[in-house]
């Protein structure tokens, strides 16, 4: 029983932390005007989470090498629970943003640790399971985190975002402080590497502060956006010459001479630019050009999602079964281009269930690649470089989710304006169809009594707000293809995997999310 409870609460803060990385996307036009500041700087809301994530992630085996496991794990939780109340309390902006940070610097091990403790609660001949366990939390976080802000933003007020944390976080920290125990073996960190977090710091944080931030101001026409590339690119060939020679690097870069891991890496990059960009997507479609409420949202994600459990258990029994990893990410991410096919495919007239059933494809299809790519992870690394070959898979995995969103977000906006430009072209004299158009819609105002000039005035406006939305649904059409696209790009990359040894059993040791 004790061990049930703690994999509950453990699995419990894990998805807690991944809800936080998308729950206040729908609130930050509520926040602009609550705190007086405009959206842009509301946005750093989001960003400076996802770049306390990103610096901490990597280092969290150095951290828990360095404090203890069990005093980190439950003084991350602490913080994250007390940085979740300030957030809440925040009275401007950049006090927010800052405990944002903050909370974002707790969160780090809720993610990290969760995993290897989910693991040790398993028999080893258990440990696929395990991972389809903890994989839950991956899928239901980030696609339950948009629908729950927009409700709780429409019926109460988006401190409430926050506060919500604090129960959870408090009962998590009390359920691990009386339950959570030191591993039995420990490995003791001899020094700090410095020289190797402050690098890592400026790198990843320039970095991450490009992927966020470039869409909104317009990537280098801002001097900003160009210092912090320039940055990130120097601050991250220091940072991997200098792991490589120093003896106690904080970030053991060398478990990436294995091939798989590698590879691992990369397909776990690409599967975090999917899982982001879709649950980015998806709600803004629904919403905007489908006009669903938040709560009809999250029922058209929901089949998805629980299928998807569904999906991580089976993949997890397939492994122990002697199924090939390499088959099954295949097979999942043939399933996830599929789905973005179809989305590409979709107008106005879409119905709900049509939407529901794609999005199982994407559900499924992601969850058929979470299990594989942990074994394929840890598939010829050694036992002892398990936690760092899993701890730079979660920092792909976040930085495949921020291109992700860069990605998708630069290309609405430059499809949106060629798609106008197309549309408007054909707005003339010479075309006869929008003549008698612009016709029926000024007659149409007119027989409600609206005087001619003005009803020629708002027939304007009506079919500018008819090009508008469809603008809009045909540059979603080719985000969703343009995300197809990478994981078509990605799927013969499998082909370079080095294949288990004749004998070798399969099994996981450390999730990779």
């Not at 049930?4 to 609130?27: P, Q």
């Not at 029994?317 to 996830?336: A, E, K, N, Y």
Request: glycine share 8%.
């Amino acid at each position: 029983m004790k061990r049930i409870l703690l994999l509950i609460t453990v699995i419990a803060a894990a998805v807690m932390e991944l809800i936080d990385t998308s729950i206040v996307n729908v609130a930050l036009s509520h926040m602009s005007g609550n705190l007086g500041a405009t959206l842009e700087d509301t946005s750093w809301v989001i960003t400076a989470y996802a770049i306390a994530n990103v610096i901490i992630i990597p280092i969290t085996s150095f951290l828990v090498n360095k404090l203890g496991r069990r005093n980190y794990y439950i003084g991350s939780i602490i913080a994250f629970t007390f940085f979740s109340f300030m957030c809440g309390q925040a009275s401007n902006i950049w006090l927010l943003v800052t405990f944002r940070f903050l909370q974002g610097i707790g969160g780090g091990a809720l993610l990290s640790v969760s995993q290897v403790i989910v693991f040790e609660l398993f028999p080893k001949e258990k440990q696929n399971i395990a991972s389809a366990l903890f994989g839950v939390g991956v899928f239901v976080g980030p696609t339950i985190g948009p629908t729950l802000g927009g409700y709780i933003t429409e019926f109460y007020d988006w401190p409430w975002i926050f506060y919500i944390n604090i129960p959870i976080g408090i009962v998590a920290a009390s359920i691990c402080y009386a339950l959570l125990k030191e591993p039995e073996v420990r490995v003791k960190s001899t020094s700090v590497d410095w020289a190797g977090i402050i690098l890592l710091a400026i790198g990843i944080g320039s970095l991450q502060t490009v992927l966020e931030r470039g869409e909104t101001d317009d990537w280098f026409e801002a001097g900003y956006i160009i210092f912090l590339s320039v940055t990130a690119f120097f601050g991250l060939l220091l940072f991997v010459w200098w792991e490589l020679t120093t003896p106690n690097p904080v970030v053991n870069l060398r478990v990436l001479k294995s091939r798989n891991l590698s590879l691992a890496a990369v397909m776990t990059f690409v599967s975090g630019v999917g899982l982001f960009s879709s649950v980015f997507l998806t709600p803004v479609f629904a919403q905007r050009l489908l006009n669903f409420t938040p709560t009809q949202t999250g029922l058209l994600l929901l089949p998805g999602a629980i299928l998807a459990i569904g999906g991580l258990i089976i993949s997890a029994r397939l492994l122990q079964r002697g199924i090939s990893p390499i088959v099954m990410i295949t097979l999942g991410m043939s399933m996830f281009i599929l789905f973005s096919w179809q989305m590409s495919g979709y107008n106005l007239d879409v119905s709900a269930g049509g939407l529901t059933n794609t999005l199982i494809l994407r559900g499924v299809g992601l969850a058929m690649i979470t299990v594989p790519l942990s074994v394929l992870a840890v598939s010829s690394l050694a036992p002892a470089d398990f936690a760092q070959g899993a701890a730079l898979n979660n920092m792909m995995r976040q930085l495949g989710g921020s291109f992700g969103l860069a990605m998708v977000n630069t290309y609405l906006a430059n499809r949106n304006a060629v798609h106008r430009s197309d549309l408007v072209s054909n707005i003339t004299p010479d075309n006869p169809a929008a003549v008698k158009r612009l016709a029926d819609y000024t007659q149409f105002f007119i027989s409600k009594g609206t005087g001619a000039v003005e009803a020629h005035t708002k027939a304007l406006r009506l079919i500018d707000a008819n090009i508008v939305k469809q603008t809009s649904l045909l540059s979603f059409n080719d985000a969703y293809l343009l995300v197809g696209i990478v994981f078509l790009v990605a799927l013969p990359l499998l082909l370079l995997a080095t294949p288990k040894k004749k004998g070798q059993q399969v099994k996981v040791v450390l999730a990779d999310h």
